[in-house]
């Protein structure tokens, strides 16, 4: 990743404690401007806390943080109407309507998106009367990312974007984010949804107990996991022995086996020639390619995994 100019948000060996706890651990990253950036982890990584310092709602206790190349929270009021800001939940009057909390924020955007546009792209127009607190789920976040977008931002911050959505708002915002990159916007989001990491994130940073476990695209940290997984069914309950050690291998049901590392085709051929050996009565072979999820699950469980650092 690059740095420096090109930088829409720049961390340098930050540091956030509550007392005792140490909540992000000399974490750096960079999201170069126009591109979208995954940031993930399992809930205590220290996600929120980060953005925190990014947002600037609290300084760093150490390391140095820069946003659209200032100082979020000594220029604050500069960099604010820069930025666009989805929460997860909360932040508006429960009994305003949809279309009154959407006005609002526009009122306060020098060359605000036109809000009509937005209620019609997010499939919120006929929940344009409806009182925030009667919105489900899916609809007050579809809500809030209007909220975000409204004011034209250079940079955006998305935390759980698509939570509570069904699968067509999904894919609906989707299509935003990548239109967003498109035409130049940078976007810095968190999620739990690891296919949706994957489709939007030109860079993924995944953090575990505060620290940063990997960085890279998602091809990258895929193609440097040992990305080959081989599946065969065959008869229950062999003695594996002979293939751990240079593979990781697992019976997660009874004759399904899966097998995992540098598989190549010499790999698959010596791995196929042992179950031969073995004697096993092998009905079927199915060979995938890792995906980000595997990679994810596989770092922040501690499994070593040959991940970009």
Same mark, same amino acid.
């Given at each position: 990743m690059v740095g420096g100019d090109a930088a829409a948000v720049e961390v340098t060996d930050v540091v956030v404690r509550y007392g005792d706890t140490t909540a992000v651990d000399g974490v750096s990253l960079c999201l170069p401007r126009g591109r979208v950036l995954a940031l993930l982890g399992h809930n205590g990584a220290g996600k929120t806390s980060l953005l925190q310092v990014c947002e600037g709602f609290r300084r760093p206790d150490d390391g140095r943080v820069r946003v659209l190349g200032l100082d979020p929270v000594g220029d604050?009021?500069?960099?604010? #109407?820069? *930025?666009? $800001?989805? &929460?997860?939940? /909360?932040?508006?009057? #429960?009994?305003? =309507?949809?279309?009154?909390? &959407?006005? &609002?924020f526009a009122s306060f955007a020098a060359n605000p998106l036109d809000t009509d546009m937005l209620l019609d792209r997010l499939g919120l127009r006929r929940f344009e009367r409806t009182r925030f607190r009667r919105l489900s789920g899916g609809e007050q976040q579809r809500l809030s990312l209007a909220v975000a &977008?409204?004011?034209? #931002?250079?940079l955006v911050f998305l935390d759980e974007p698509t939570a509570g959505m069904d699968t067509e708002a999904r894919h609906t915002t989707w299509q935003l984010i990548e239109e967003l990159r498109a035409d130049g916007v940078s976007v810095l989001l968190t =999620?739990?949804? *690891?296919?949706?990491?994957?489709?939007?994130?030109?860079?993924?940073? $995944?953090?575990?107990?505060?620290?940063v476990a990997a960085t890279g695209t998602p091809a990258e940290l895929t193609s440097?996991?040992?990305?080959?997984? *081989?599946?065969?069914?065959?008869?229950? /309950?062999?003695?594996?022995?002979? *293939?751990?050690?240079?593979?990781?291998?697992?019976?997660?049901?009874?004759?399904?086996? =899966? $097998?995992? /590392?540098?598989?190549d085709t010499a790999g698959l051929a010596e791995v196929l020639t042992w179950f031969a050996s073995a004697g096993a009565d092998v009905t079927a072979v199915n060979t995938r390619r890792r995906t980000l999820e595997d990679v994810y699950l596989a770092?922040?469980?501690?499994? #070593?995994? /040959?991940?970009?650092?």
């Amino acid at each position: 990743m690059v740095g420096g100019d090109a930088a829409a948000v720049e961390v340098t060996d930050v540091v956030v404690r509550y007392g005792d706890t140490t909540a992000v651990d000399g974490v750096s990253l960079c999201l170069p401007r126009g591109r979208v950036l995954a940031l993930l982890g399992h809930n205590g990584a220290g996600k929120t806390s980060l953005l925190q310092v990014c947002e600037g709602f609290r300084r760093p206790d150490d390391g140095r943080v820069r946003v659209l190349g200032l100082d979020p929270v000594g220029d604050h009021d500069a960099l604010m #109407p820069r *930025l666009g $800001i989805m &929460l997860q939940s /909360g932040g508006v009057y #429960p009994w305003a =309507t949809a279309g009154e909390i &959407l006005r &609002l924020f526009a009122s306060f955007a020098a060359n605000p998106l036109d809000t009509d546009m937005l209620l019609d792209r997010l499939g919120l127009r006929r929940f344009e009367r409806t009182r925030f607190r009667r919105l489900s789920g899916g609809e007050q976040q579809r809500l809030s990312l209007a909220v975000a &977008l409204v004011g034209r #931002p250079e940079l955006v911050f998305l935390d759980e974007p698509t939570a509570g959505m069904d699968t067509e708002a999904r894919h609906t915002t989707w299509q935003l984010i990548e239109e967003l990159r498109a035409d130049g916007v940078s976007v810095l989001l968190t =999620t739990h949804l *690891l296919d949706e990491a994957e489709r939007l994130a030109d860079d993924v940073v $995944i953090m575990r107990s505060g620290r940063v476990a990997a960085t890279g695209t998602p091809a990258e940290l895929t193609s440097a996991a040992a990305v080959d997984v *081989l599946e065969v069914r065959a008869d229950p /309950g062999l003695d594996m022995a002979g *293939l751990r050690g240079r593979w990781s291998v697992a019976e997660p049901s009874p004759g399904q086996y =899966t $097998i995992s /590392g540098a598989l190549d085709t010499a790999g698959l051929a010596e791995v196929l020639t042992w179950f031969a050996s073995a004697g096993a009565d092998v009905t079927a072979v199915n060979t995938r390619r890792r995906t980000l999820e595997d990679v994810y699950l596989a770092l922040t469980t501690q499994t #070593p995994v /040959g991940a970009a650092q």
